[in-house]
């Protein structure tokens, strides 16, 4: 099972850190994707990072949020961040985070993140 939290009601420019929580599997051993959407529109990945334990652990953004969104993990906590620096109103969405476990998604249940003055 996957959590999502963190989401809410910020300001452009704001900040926001979402957290991605897993239950009954280890995030270590897989990659976990973060994906939004937003009214209207489909599903988008925006952030990724590989299995630490055979992927090293590398990262990738999307365009619209490199330099402004840091994915990361806590395998303590068995949780991924999202941390989200400089946001924008375009950023407004619902916020998923996955993983693909023997050709399955998994996903949670989404968190609100709406960037508005």
């Known amino acids: 099972q996957l959590v999502e939290s963190g989401g809410g009601l910020v300001q452009p420019g704001g900040s926001l850190r979402l957290s991605c929580e897993a239950s009954?599997?280890?995030?270590?051993?897989?990659?976990v994707a973060w994906f939004h959407q937003a009214p209207g529109k489909e599903r988008e990945g925006i952030s990724c990072?590989?299995?630490?334990?055979?992927?090293?652990?590398?990262?990738d953004s999307a365009d619209s949020v490199k330099n402004r969104f840091t994915i990361s993990r806590d395998n303590n906590k068995n949780t991924v961040y999202l941390q989200m620096n400089s946001l924008k109103p375009e950023d407004t969405a619902v916020y998923y985070c996955?993983?693909?476990?023997?050709?399955?998604?998994?996903w949670g249940q989404g968190t609100q993140v709406t960037v508005s003055s």
């Open positions: 009954g599997v280890t995030l270590d051993y897989y990659a």
């Open positions: 990072i590989a299995s630490g334990s055979s992927g090293g652990g590398r990262t």
């Open positions: 996955n993983i693909v476990i023997m050709g399955s998604n998994y």
